[in-house]
């Protein structure tokens, strides 16, 4: 497998402009992870899904956020109108279903850099 | 809140020195504990997992120690070698928040020639 792969891995933009990042989970994994890496902040869960369904979205910043997963192989997370303070790591991470053999193991994409200027 | 903190922040050695990372946190009501591995621009590696009911877990030259009771774990590198230069973090998974986990700000180990 390919592992979950991410896409753009970087990203620069101007504020105001939205700002999709994409996300392709590892085949048969069922849970989808969407996080944040900043230096002041370290790394924060935003949402998490389970089977397409989001499941806790307490940790997304504010209404200028917004994530999908219209299938089990696909996810976007949004934000519009972005910001500069929105620049960061933006992290996607799958795992298998809990109670599976393995299943709360984490496996994590490379990334995507936003910058907002 | 569970809080997750990592000691020391930085660590520098030379090849083939035993080393030792620390990992505490606040509530000890958790479900299990990740050690990752973060290298200069890319993602994390996951490298082990251990389960609330379990003491240790070892892989290779990585042991990763569990005490719930005390809030702490360890993660000991035996024979460090420059290849292991990364930052190291911990997250917790507390007992009834499904698959949340909560990250450790992290220790950025070198390992020096």
């Known amino acids: 497998d390919a592992g979950v792969i991410q896409s753009p891995r970087h990203e620069v933009t101007e504020m105001g402009q939205e700002v999709t990042l994409r996300c392709k989970p590892i085949s048969g994994h069922d849970y989808l992870f969407w996080y944040r890496q900043t230096m002041m902040r370290g790394l924060e869960l935003l949402i998490y899904f389970n089977n397409n369904v989001p499941i806790d979205d307490s940790g997304m910043p504010e209404d200028r956020f917004s994530a999908k997963m219209p299938n089990a192989s696909f996810s976007t997370l949004k934000i519009q109108p972005s910001e500069p303070r929105d620049s960061a790591v933006y992290f996607c991470a799958s795992s298998l279903p809990r109670g599976s053999r393995g299943g709360d193991e984490q496996f994590f994409g490379p990334g995507t850099r936003l910058t907002v200027l | 809140k569970q809080e997750v903190t990592q000691i020391p922040a930085a660590l520098s050695v030379p090849e083939g020195e035993n080393l030792v990372l620390n990992c505490s946190f606040t509530?000890?009501?958790?479900?299990?504990l990740q050690w990752f591995r973060q290298d200069p621009g890319k993602g994390l590696t996951s490298l082990l997992l251990i389960q609330s009911s379990q003491r240790e877990q070892t892989s290779g030259r990585l042991n990763a120690s569990l005490d719930k009771s005390s809030g702490r774990s360890t993660l000991y590198i035996a024979a460090s070698q420059p290849g292991d230069s990364a930052t190291y973090l911990c997250?917790?998974?507390?007992?009834?928040?499904?698959?949340?986990?909560?990250f450790g700000t992290g220790t950025r180990l070198q390992v020096t020639l």
């Open positions: 997250a917790v998974r507390r007992s009834g928040t499904a698959s949340k986990l909560t």
């Open positions: 509530d000890s009501a958790i479900y299990n």
